[in-house]
């Protein structure tokens, strides 16, 4: 394989590392009414895992770090945890813990994408050296895209909730797409600047396939 870290790559240019993205002492969901056991994290993707974490990363109740043993079962992929028992009616329960936006097959979707959008095929990895930056470029660019489009469905998520959302909860939504057009002209100016130093004119976004035509007699 000719580019064997370009999902690493790709993680570090959307600081979406293994420890990039630290949520401290943030609030919970669910009822905290004395019965209640259940709860989630805002974000889903979690990388720590509560029932076996260790300060400073774990549930909080009211500022004080619960020990491992406290959580029930844990589902990284949704958010949600439990406890093992109820605490007090109106005690707060927060949580620290790390991370990622993406899983490792939506990256590679967006590299070969990055990877057609160059003219070349699926397989990534033979993407010449002076054009990976191109490709991580596109590639980020699909990410922030995939980005508002998540945020988009969460700020309708709550319009169906608690009726119409704040003004402001389209920040996000408006940066991550500003932040999708960025890198997508960034992809474009690093494609030309590579071909433009290679003295080649600028390839199309296409392939062609070279196929003999045999002679065809004229009528008569």
Same mark, same amino acid.
């Given at each position: 394989?000719?580019?064997?870290?370009?999902?690493?790559?790709?993680?570090?240019?959307?600081?979406?590392?293994?420890?990039?993205?630290?949520?401290?002492?943030?609030?919970?969901?669910?009822?905290?009414?004395?019965?209640?056991?259940?709860?989630? /994290?805002?974000?889903?993707?979690?990388?720590?895992?509560?029932?076996?974490?260790?300060?400073?990363?774990?549930?909080?109740?009211?500022?004080?770090?619960?020990?491992?043993?406290?959580?029930?079962?844990?589902?990284?992929?949704?958010?949600?945890?439990?406890? /093992?028992?109820?605490?007090?009616?109106?005690?707060?329960? #927060?949580?620290?813990?790390?991370?990622?936006?993406?899983?490792?097959?939506?990256?590679?979707?967006?590299?070969?994408?990055?990877?057609?959008?160059?003219?070349?095929?699926?397989?990534?990895?033979?993407?010449?050296?002076?054009?990976?930056?191109?490709?991580?470029?596109?590639?980020?660019?699909?990410?922030?895209?995939?980005?508002?489009?998540?945020?988009?469905?969460?700020?309708?998520?709550?319009?169906?909730?608690?009726?119409?959302?704040? #003004?402001?909860?389209?920040?996000?939504?408006?940066?991550?797409?500003?932040?999708?057009?960025?890198?997508?002209?960034?992809?474009?100016?690093?494609?030309?600047?590579?071909?433009?130093?290679?003295?080649?004119?600028?390839?199309?976004?296409?392939?062609?396939?070279?196929?003999?035509?045999?002679?065809?007699?004229?009528?008569?």
């Amino acid at each position: 394989m000719a580019w064997p870290n370009a999902i690493l790559e790709l993680r570090q240019k959307l600081s979406d590392g293994d420890t990039d993205k630290l949520r401290a002492i943030k609030r919970c969901v669910g009822n905290s009414d004395g019965v209640n056991v259940t709860f989630k /994290t805002f974000e889903y993707r979690r990388l720590t895992n509560f029932t076996s974490g260790s300060f400073p990363v774990g549930v909080y109740a009211d500022g004080v770090i619960l020990p491992s043993a406290a959580i029930a079962s844990d589902d990284l992929s949704t958010g949600f945890f439990a406890l /093992t028992g109820a605490f007090p009616a109106g005690t707060v329960i #927060e949580a620290t813990y790390y991370l990622q936006w993406f899983l490792d097959a939506e990256l590679v979707n967006f590299i070969i994408s990055g990877s057609l959008w160059l003219g070349f095929s699926e397989d990534y990895t033979q993407t010449p050296a002076g054009l990976k930056p191109s490709v991580l470029s596109w590639a980020a660019g699909e990410a922030y895209q995939k980005l508002a489009l998540r945020w988009t469905e969460q700020i309708a998520d709550v319009y169906q909730l608690q009726g119409a959302p704040k #003004e402001d909860t389209r920040t996000p939504v408006d940066y991550y797409t500003k932040l999708s057009k960025m890198f997508f002209d960034e992809a474009l100016s690093r494609r030309n600047e590579y071909y433009r130093r290679q003295g080649q004119p600028l390839q199309p976004l296409f392939s062609f396939v070279n196929c003999p035509i045999p002679p065809v007699a004229p009528n008569r």
